[in-house]
C-alpha cells in the first residue's frame, strides 16, 4: 500500500467473532448477523458471500467514496465475492493471491494460531476448491482473474502486486490518450 499512489484497502463486513488485537472499522466491521442481513436487505453491500460458516461482505459506500476521491480500491474477497463485482464492475482489475500449496496454508494458518480445527479444516476446503476452480477458469480462458500472484514470499508477491497495478494504470492512461 505505501509503495503505490492512490490505493485504498476496502475494510470488509463481518459477522464472525473479532479476535484479540482487531478494532471494529479497521480489519472488519464486525456485524451481527441479523445487523449483516439487514445490511443485505437495505443494498448496502458490493459483494457479500458466506465463508467458512460466517458471511462476510463488502460495503459499497466506501468502494465509491475510495474511486470519487481518485484513489482505486483492493479488495479482499473470495471467489464468489470477485465474480459478483466483475459483473457490476467489468473494468475492475481481478488478481487472485494463492498459497503456494495447500501445505504451507496450512501451515500459515496454524501458525497465526487464530483459528480452531474446525476453521482451520473449512478454510483448507474452501482454499483447495477455490485453487481448482481459478485453475480450470485460467485453462479455459475465462473470468474472472486476470492474474494470478503465487504468495510464496511476502516481499515478491508485494512487488508483483505493485507492478501490475503500476502497469495496469499506465495502460489505461495510454488508452485515455488515443
Known amino acids: 500500500m505505501s509503495r503505490v499512489p492512490r490505493l485504498a484497502l476496502s475494510v470488509s463486513a463481518t459477522t464472525r467473532p473479532c479476535r484479540s488485537g482487531e478494532r471494529n472499522g479497521r480489519e472488519y466491521f464486525f456485524l451481527d448477523k441479523a445487523e ?52 457490476q464492475r467489468p473494468d475492475a482489475l481481478m488478481i487472485f493471491i494463492m498459497p503456494p500449496s495447500l501445505e504451507e496454508l496450512e ?47 511476502v516481499k515478491r508477491a508485494s512487488d508483483e502486486l505493485a507492478g501490475i497495478i503500476r502497469r495496469t494504470r499506465e495502460e489505461d492512461e495510454q488508452a485515455d490518450h488515443r
Open 36 to 87: 449483516f442481513e439487514r445490511w443485505i436487505r437495505e443494498g448496502r453491500f458490493l459483494e457479500w458471500a458466506g465463508y467458512t460458516g460466517n458471511l462476510y461482505g463488502t460495503p459499497a459506500q466506501a468502494v465509491r467514496d475510495h474511486l470519487d476521491d481518485d484513489r482505486d480500491v483492493i479488495l479482499e474477497i473470495e471467489l464468489r465475492g470477485a465474480e459478483k463485482v466483475l459483473a
Open 107 to 153: 501451515r500459515r494458518l496454524r501458525g497465526r494460531r487464530t483459528e480452531n480445527e474446525e476453521a482451520i479444516r473449512s478454510r483448507l476446503t474452501r482454499a483447495r476448491e477455490e485453487m481448482a476452480e481459478v485453475e480450470s477458469k485460467i485453462a479455459r480462458g475465462l473470468p474472472p482473474f486476470h492474474y494470478v500472484i503465487v504468495n510464496d514470499s
